[in-house]
């Protein structure tokens, strides 16, 4: 098997029991939902474009789906109008709009372009599924695993098996880069620790928090996110 075919399968079977969400959190199946037919399509394309070999990469790991980006798209930090630009994978069913995106996209052009980047590098999550939070408006909202610490303490179990699960399929574990220098990189450290995922885990600032909020110096960090990639 490739490793596209352990990527596809892998998404194939995530599933998290309700039971172990709050009130008002609902779980992000990007896999398997009313657009599951054209996730698995745009998943297929993209997975076997990129992965469909071998070699050892080494991970970068995000908080878990997003609803405009993997959520929808079914891959990490990718929405529709990068898949169609810089991936040359047509969507024609729906369209979405993910800003970290913009910047991971623009980083991946100065590394190198997508095909060198993905033969290097793979996009994963702490948790594999996202969640959202339903406000009384009836709003959702983005919710992080983090968020809650009961929660986190809940799904845990799943967390840890579903890296493992990942890791058995040969990735470098000498070192790793975790997207959020906060809470994400707080809560990644904490397993590591506890579970030795990776001899050398390096916190990047999330492509969200560039975007809000360092927009003016984006090429800063693309440069620094270059520097420490290659």
């Known amino acids: 098997m490739t490793l596209a075919d352990k990527i ?4 194939h079977t995530l599933h998290l029991e309700e039971a172990h969400l709050p009130p008002s959190v609902q779980v992000l199946y990007p896999y398997i939902n009313l657009n599951s037919p054209i996730i698995d399509s745009i998943t297929r394309q ?9 070699f ?3 991970m970068i790991i995000g908080i878990n789906p ?16 990068r898949l169609e630009e810089c991936c040359g994978i047509t969507v024609d069913n729906f369209q979405c709009h993910e800003p970290s995106s913009v910047f991971v996209y623009r980083m991946i052009a ?12 793979y996009f994963t999550s ?3 599924l996202g969640f959202v939070k339903v406000q009384p408006n009836g709003k959702e909202l983005n919710y992080n695993y983090y968020d809650d610490k009961a929660f986190f303490q809940r799904i845990k179990p799943f967390i840890v098996e579903k890296l493992q699960e990942q890791l058995s399929w040969g990735f470098d574990r000498n070192k790793a ?7 994400n990189f707080e809560f990644v450290n904490q397993l590591n620790n506890e579970f030795h995922f990776f001899d050398e885990l390096i916190p990047l600032e999330h492509p969200r928090y560039v975007v809000q909020y360092k927009w003016k110096e984006l090429d800063n960090y693309v440069q620094k996110f270059v520097n420490l990639l290659k």
């Open 110 to 121: 100065a590394f190198g372009g997508v095909k060198e980047f993905y033969q290097q590098y």
């Open 66 to 81: 997003g609803r405009h980006g993997a959520g929808l798209t079914g891959i990490p930090f990718t929405d529709t109008k």
């Open 56 to 58: 050892q990469r080494r």
């Open 46 to 54: 993209f997975y076997n474009k990129y992965y469909a070999d071998d």
């Open 8 to 11: 596809l399968a892998f998404n």
């Open 177 to 183: 880069f975790c997207l959020g220098t906060g809470k």
């Open 126 to 128: 702490v948790c594999p």
